[in-house]
């Protein structure tokens, strides 16, 4: 079965960097989007970052565009966020999950969700 | 923007409820909607505005086009006692608010 299982997290500082990973498993890697969506209680859900089947267009929300940076490793069915000088408004829940890209842009199967905690 | 209605909901085991959401502009079928439960990643109920996906009870159904859809869920089980969320699944890739629904 089609599982996405996240590693990372935690408390970063401002203006330092974090990694958050997530590992797929179930499926074939290579042929599927994947994004990453944020949660808050404030905010709610907020599309943060996709990343094509293949790597080679990424996209993202203005709120981090220039800040943070999608990649994905198809040798360890991994993808990545990279998320540099986070701010205290990064703060969120922030899952991965798999895109359908066919009719529209939508999340099939999601990640369990890491905690994020921008914090000095 | 995506306004659901309402934003939150009460009913009892068996009831029958819809849930609304209006888009600011057209945008044909491209909505989805996800349910969540507390401490849960969303789960996937109906894309394509209408088409329910693979494993999802029949008793969930979504409708609607352009501005206006809609979730119907029938029949309601204690399990469907959640957070119901739409999104728009064309860039930008929007959510709405969310809709509680708790037993009444």
């Known amino acids: 079965q089609v599982r996405l299982v996240q590693s990372g997290g935690g408390v970063v500082q401002p203006g330092t960097s974090l990694t958050l990973s997530c590992e797929a498993s179930?499926?074939?890697?290579?042929?599927?989007?994947l994004d990453w969506i944020r949660q808050t209680p404030d905010k709610g859900l907020e599309w943060v970052a996709e990343i094509s089947y293949d790597g080679s267009n990424s996209y993202y929300a203005d709120s981090v565009k220039g800040r943070f940076t999608v990649s994905r490793d198809s040798s360890k069915n991994t993808m990545y966020l990279r998320m540099n000088s986070p701010r205290v408004d990064d703060t969120a829940v922030y899952f991965c999950?798999?895109?359908?890209?066919?009719?529209?842009?939508?999340?099939?199967?999601w990640g369990q969700g890491s905690l994020v905690v921008v914090s000095s | 923007q995506l306004t659901q209605s309402p934003a939150s909901l009460s009913a009892s085991v068996g009831e029958t409820v819809t849930i609304f959401c209006q888009a600011s502009?057209?945008?044909?079928?491209?909505l989805t909607w996800y349910q969540q439960t507390p401490g849960q990643a969303p789960r996937l109920l109906v894309h394509?505005?209408?088409t329910l996906q693979a494993g999802v009870p029949s008793r969930f159904s979504g409708g609607g086009s352009g501005t206006h859809f809609s979730l119907t869920i029938s029949n309601l089980r204690p399990e469907d006692f959640a957070t119901y969320y739409c999104q728009h699944s064309s860039r930008p890739l929007l959510f709405g608010r969310g809709t509680k629904l708790d037993i009444k």
């Open positions: 999950a798999r895109g359908r890209v066919a009719h529209g842009d939508y999340f099939d199967f």
């Open positions: 502009q057209s945008i044909s079928t491209y």
């Open positions: 179930g499926y074939s890697f290579s042929d599927f989007a």
């Open positions: 394509s505005a209408s």
